[in-house]
């Protein structure tokens, strides 16, 4: 069952060095409980993409057509999107105080959340800074997950992470998304990270999706030249770096 339907999606900006078309002609199908990847160079549109489907963004022509509207998004830094003000019980708690939740129920769907991505109970009164980059993240999974979300963007989750930290939070993902059936849009420019978490997958360049498939199949069979080029770029990469880092 389709949940998310992109159908000729496009969005101009106008920037200092002219018109860039960041979604350009973008018709796509996520189907319900799946991992869809999005890959593709920085600048591509992927985020803006992910912005169109979320409705944060207008597209300047075509449509989304939404199967749910309990949409949640992580980002990639949970520098800027948890506020350092803030202690985690007031960070996790929010969307349910907006939603009219009550007290004993927000505590009681707080302690889970914390539970569901391995925190402690004194994790509550500290303040984002007192956290590591991965915990940090684990929290704003955390907080995506409280408000029981259908559908998922995530935009870049792990790409701020050190490679190891990055396997415990896609492994955590995987696991939220076993047991709750979310749909995931998964935005990333790693070739590795889309092979661990997804199942299918879209390649964009230059705000154009230039092909869409199962992942085991489009990695074997890459049918676009430049699909090629970022498969034996990334091949390259994990002979250069370590042959470990592969997830
Ligand atoms: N609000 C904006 N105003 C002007 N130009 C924008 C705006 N948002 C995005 N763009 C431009 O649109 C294009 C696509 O941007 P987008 O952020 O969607 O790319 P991306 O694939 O997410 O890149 P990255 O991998 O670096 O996050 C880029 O050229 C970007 O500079
Ligand atoms: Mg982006």
Known sequence: ????KCDRLKKRFFGRAGIVKAVDDVSLEIERAEAFGLVGESGCGKTTLGKIILGV???DSGNVILGTKK????????????DPKMNISDILSEGLIIKGT????I???VEAALDLVKLPKEALKKYPHQFSGGERQRIAVGRAVLTDPEFIVCDEPVSSLDVTIQLQILNLLKEIQKRFGITYL????DLRVIKFMCNRLAVMRYGKVLETGPVDYIYSN???PYTRSLLSSHFYDIIKNDASLKL
Do not use: A, C, D, T
């Open 1 to 4: 069952m389709v949940i998310v």
């Open 57 to 59: 963004l207008k597209p």
């Open 71 to 82: 949409m949640q998004v992580i980002f990639q830094s949970s520098y800027n999107s948890l």
């Open 102 to 105: 009550g007290q004993g129920e």
């Open 107 to 109: 505590k009681r769907k």
């Open 186 to 189: 998964f935005i990333s420019h």
């Open 222 to 224: 890459p049918s676009h």
